[in-house]
């Protein structure tokens, strides 16, 4: 496993667990709140990871790949809150 991916897959799978947590604990109309502080949250947690390593070379793509990932799972995620939002309010 590369540095890259190793280094982004922990707020990735944080990144989905917030969002499943979020989707069993709030009822449907309150997804939509919780995502932007979950991007937050991974922001800062992406920050963290990558300026704590020793080794700054390739800081900005392994930053961006992790921010990348992020964005993705969360896009997903509004996808799947806009569906299950809009049918149960059916």
């Given amino acids: 496993m590369t540095r890259t991916v190793a280094t982004a897959l922990p707020v990735w799978l944080a990144v989905i667990a917030a969002v499943v947590i979020v989707g069993f604990a709030l009822p449907a109309n309150q997804w939509w709140a919780v995502l932007p502080a979950i991007a937050g949250g991974a922001m800062i947690m992406t920050f963290i990871i ?16 992790t921010v990348t990932g992020v964005f993705v799972v969360l896009a997903l995620a509004s996808v799947v809150t806009a569906l299950v939002a809009g049918f149960s309010s059916s």
């Fill in 50 to 65: 990558h300026v704590s390593l020793q080794s700054k070379d390739g800081l900005v793509m392994r930053m961006l790949v």
